[in-house]
């Protein structure tokens, strides 16, 4: 886990909670249109992948558990996992490339519909992302992953005054590899390969001499399309384009995004593909079906997009007829930590990591609410532009007060809650019905995350231990935590 200098530790605020009536007469509780959704509140729970399709990517009867025991929560909209659009293998994440996904699909979309009384508005958060390979052995990598150019002799010529290494073969260059510390390596390999060896091999939208790199803007489009249209087919009350964190589409909006192709350098440029993707997605699900995105208000690393990008951004999607905003920050690959070999790069281990899931380790500025600010600039401009598209604030939001203040002050439409649903997924009952001081408080410490990162399956530190001797729980796959909170008895 990434750490401030100097952090400081947070206590989780005390709140004081609202009557049932108070509950009734405040915004969060009111209704609000998103598209063509009319949502009871305005209370959202943003996507979380919880690590429980198969290895194929199928809906699992713990996938259904899961979002049963959300949905009886009855929050104003509930968002499936980011989910694949591709029909590649991915591990243990849910899919949507093809229409053998669909069945599961559609069991989830019922499991939702009984489990909050057809209260919740569901939708699915779709994504795409590039390759990402495990950090490797240092000897397998010059043994067998590296590609030796003659760069490499030549390097190895200037760095042992011997130039007979200019003409060695292959095998020579890489027993030499073999044996040279690792202070040696920058002198030998360039950026990207030294990032192959140190963090493992990882594709990026600027790889352009790839020819699927290269064909991204000609494919993505109809990707994503064709999972809008499953989506609707399965009966979802609409999708989410993710355009956040460290995947394809928000590699695409990125600052750093250099394509030379139309689709990279200026911010007009940036945006076009995350458009089109939009526009195909919109002319597969029709006008009638709900579609909005979730993108960055600022990436938080180094030449990477700032809240005047974001605004932009959040703009011209408004213009495009987006249905929705929904803000993160941070989650990127490139000041990530360091795998262990055998690992994956894991996108929420440096600082842009802890500003998307931050924790109560912090700077003076603390966890709560610390991107709300710049959701507010982003609506503001939004509004400013003619465009009433709702905004959704999400980021360290655990009471009502905080919700309430963030609606009254303008600064969002709808409040997400990301680990205070996945702490106590009766929130949005026990707060409505006037039984706040019930709520299982997040303590914003991770364990959640670290589990994420470990893709394992995703619990809470708060409910994964308790009540082990109800015969009907579900353990995870270590035998010790239970998968779903127990039922809330009132
Ligand atoms: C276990 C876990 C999985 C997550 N998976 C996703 C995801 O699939 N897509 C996404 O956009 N954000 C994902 N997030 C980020 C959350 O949606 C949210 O933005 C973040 O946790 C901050 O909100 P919070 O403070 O309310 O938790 C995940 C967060 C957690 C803790
Ligand atoms: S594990 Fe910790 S951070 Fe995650 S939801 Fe539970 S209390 Fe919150």
Not at 260 to 278: A, C, F, I, M, Q
Not at 329 to 338: H, L, S, T, V
Not at 359 to 373: C, H, Y
Not at 435 to 458: F, I, M, P, W
């Amino acid at each position: 886990m990434w750490k401030f200098a100097n952090p400081i530790r947070h206590q989780i605020p005390e709140t004081r909670w609202p009557s049932a009536a108070e509950a009734a007469g405040s915004l969060l509780f009111q209704p609000i249109t998103v598209g063509q959704l009319q949502l009871s509140s305005r209370t959202w729970v943003p996507a979380m992948v919880p690590w429980r399709a198969t290895e194929e990517g199928f809906v699992t009867e713990a996938n259904l558990d899961w979002y049963r025991r959300f949905a009886q929560g009855k929050p104003g909209a509930l968002v499936v996992e980011a989910t694949g659009v591709r029909d590649i293998p991915s591990g243990p994440l849910l899919r949507i490339g093809h229409d053998r996904f669909l069945p599961g699909l559609r069991k989830l979309v019922n499991v939702v519909r009984e489990g909050s009384g057809g209260e919740t508005k569901l939708l699915i958060q779709i994504i795409d992302f590039l390759a990402v390979r495990r950090r490797p052995e240092e000897r397998k990598f010059f043994e067998r992953f590296l590609k030796i150019t003659d760069h490499h002799r030549e390097a190895i010529s200037r760095l042992t005054a011997e130039s007979h290494w200019t003409t060695a073969s292959e095998s020579e260059i890489r027993e030499y590899l073999t044996q040279i510390s690792p202070e040696t390596w920058p002198q030998v390999l360039d950026e990207r390969e030294l990032e192959s060896l140190q963090f493992g091999y990882r594709e990026r939208v600027t790889d352009t001499e790839l020819q699927h790199i290269a064909d991204l803007p000609l494919v993505l489009p109809g990707i994503f399309a064709g999972a809008a249209g499953r989506a609707r087919e399965a009966g979802f009350d609409g999708v989410e384009l993710h355009f956040a964190h460290a995947y394809t589409m928000a590699s695409f909006l990125s600052a750093r995004n250099t394509r030379s192709d139309g689709y990279g350098g200026p911010r007009e440029n940036r945006v076009r593909l995350p458009l089109e993707v939009y526009r195909a997605v919109r002319e597969r699900a029709g006008n009638d079906f709900t579609i909005g995105v979730r993108f960055l208000a600022d990436e938080v690393i180094e030449r990477g997009n700032r809240i005047n990008d974001a605004t932009y951004f959040g703009v011209e999607f408004a213009r495009a007829g987006m249905d929705f905003l929904s803000i993160s920050k941070g989650g990127k690959f490139e000041d990530a930590q360091q795998p262990k070999v055998g690992q994956a790069v894991y996108p929420y281990t440096g600082k842009s990591g802890y500003e998307c899931m931050p924790t109560t380790l912090s700077d003076a500025a603390g966890p709560f609410g610390r991107t709300v600010p710049l959701v507010a600039e982003i609506k503001k401009a939004v509004n400013t532009a003619g465009f009433t598209t709702p905004v959704v604030a999400t980021g360290g939001i655990g009471t009502f007060s905080q919700a309430e203040e963030i609606l009254q002050g303008g600064a969002a439409d709808i409040v997400g809650f990301a680990r205070q649903a996945l702490a106590d997924p009766d929130w949005f009952e026990k707060v409505r019905l006037g039984l706040g001081s019930a709520v299982r408080r997040c303590t914003y410490t991770n364990y959640c995350e670290a589990l994420d990162q470990a893709h394992k399956q995703v619990t809470c530190k708060l409910w994964d231990r308790t009540e082990l001797d109800d015969p009907e729980i579900v353990f995870a796959e270590d035998g010790r935590r239970r998968l779903i909170p127990p039922p809330w008895r009132r």
